[in-house]
Structure formats: structure tokens, C-alpha cells
């Protein structure tokens, strides 16, 4: 009914004869699918419940289990753990997360949540994510590559001509009435398209890598005796 597209290691495929359906796959603990809302059968429920008994006998002399049994992990990873070839969703997801929302838990993404949870920006994503096949750690690497490289490319643009703007005031000053204008390749339209495309890869760029550095990391095994009481509340929400 709903996912996070932007979770570490996370494939969306195509279910053949189904074109609103696909498959979510994702890669370890820490990466199950963010906050979430899904469907889960009787016997999928009872596995669940079967292995949450498990893990308290397991685990019973364990300072690592509170009296409620909780084993440092929360449903959506325990989920991605059981049944990691047979989670489906919807296409494109019936829900999303509301860009307005804040996070009790990590607030230092809100100002990155209300950009990426613009519902056409979800959705955009979701669709390069079925019609590629590409995993979103791919997808993030060629988004970063390809924003620095437009950055680079129009910050360039964007010196040269205030380079030329400044040399040719100073020429007009000399008494030359030259005008790139009129005399070079530019023209008022194109300077304002150069500056403000430089403006939007770089924030965009900013956004993206500001997101990477303020995320928390990815959880690769249960948590200490002194923060497995803290992450149940927590897990859910520790994607951006």
C-alpha cells in the first residue's frame, strides 16, 4: 500500500501480466521499507508471531530483550528478514508520506522530506525505479553524478559570462560600445536560464547531500543492551 523509494538497497521489479503490481526487495537489515503501510496474511502474521517466540527464548537470559520480547528489530526489517522475496506493492503506491509531516526522531531531514515527498517527485521516482530496474543506491550515485556534472557545467557557463559582462562594461567605459548582447553568443534569455539552472543543480545537489550526511546509519545488527529499548520507536522512522 506503501513504501519509502528512497531506502538504501532497494529494488522495485515488474510482476509479469500485472502492470499496477511489483516486487520491493531490499538488502538487509536497516533498509526494510521506512514508515509503511501493508497487508500481511494470517500465516505470514503467524510466522511472524512464531519467530518473535524464537527470538525471546533465544534470547531469554539476554539483557538484549525487555519483558515485552522485543529483539531490537522492528516489523518492517523483521518482514524484509522472513519474507524477502515476496513483498509486493501496489504501482504507483496508494499512499505517501505527507512532505509536511515532522519526524519526532529525526528532525534534521524535514527540510529534505517536504522536497522528496512531493507526491510527483515520489511518484517520478517510483517509475525510473520499475521502468530501470536499478537499485536506489545505483539510482542515487547516477543522480549525484549527473546533478554535479550539470552544477559544474552551468557554474562554468555562469562565470564566463559575468566575465564577459564585467569586460565589456569596462571596455564601454574606455569608450568601446560594444555589447555581448549584440557582438557575442549570448543574449538576456540564455545568461538567465545559465544562472538559473546553476542555482537548481546546486541546490538540488545540496539537498541530496545533505540528506546522505544528516541520515542516520544503516543498522547492520540488533542494538546494545542500553538502545534496544530506544530503536522500536525508532526504526520506522530512521529513513529519510
Excluded at 19 to 26: L, P
Amino acid at each position: 500500500l506503501s513504501y519509502i523509494p528512497y531506502v538504501p538497497n532497494l529494488v522495485v521489479s515488474k510482476v509479469p501480466g500485472f502492470s499496477r503490481i511489483v516486487q520491493v526487495q531490499t538488502g538487509g537489515v536497516g533498509s526494510a521499507l521506512g514508515t509503511t503501510a501493508y497487508i500481511i496474511s494470517q500465516r505470514g502474521m503467524e510466522r511472524l508471531i512464531r519467530h518473535d517466540d524464537e527470538q525471546r527464548k533465544q534470547h531469554s537470559t539476554s539483557k538484549m530483550t525487555n519483558e515485552n520480547g522485543y529483539t531490537g528489530l522492528a516489523i518492517p526489517d523483521v518482514m524484509a528478514q522472513l519474507f524477502p522475496a515476496t513483498r509486493y506493492a501496489t504501482y504507483p503506491t496508494v499512499f505517501c508520506r505527507a512532505p509536511n509531516t515532522k519526524s519526532l526522531v529525526n528532525p534534521q531531514l524535514d527540510a529534505l522530506r517536504e522536497v522528496v515527498f512531493q507526491p510527483i517527485i515520489t511518484t517520478s521516482v517510483q517509475s525510473v525505479l520499475v521502468k530501470t530496474g536499478l537499485s536506489t543506491n545505483t539510482l542515487l550515485q547516477l543522480t549525484v553524478g549527473v546533478l554535479l556534472t550539470l552544477t559544474i557545467l552551468s557554474a562554468q557557463l555562469t562565470f564566463t559570462t559575468i566575465r564577459d559582462i564585467v569586460l565589456v562594461t569596462m571596455a564601454n567605459n574606455n569608450g568601446d560600445n560594444g555589447s555581448i548582447f549584440s557582438n557575442g553568443s549570448f543574449s538576456s534569455s540564455s545568461i538567465v536560464v545559465v544562472v538559473m539552472s546553476f542555482l537548481f543543480t546546486g541546490f538540488s545537489l545540496f539537498l541530496i547531500l545533505q540528506g546522505a550526511l544528516l541520515a542516520p546509519k544503516q543498522q547492520q545488527q540488533p542494538p546494545s543492551s542500553s538502545t534496544a529499548t530506544k530503536s522500536a520507536s525508532a526504526q520506522d522512522e530512521a529513513r529519510p
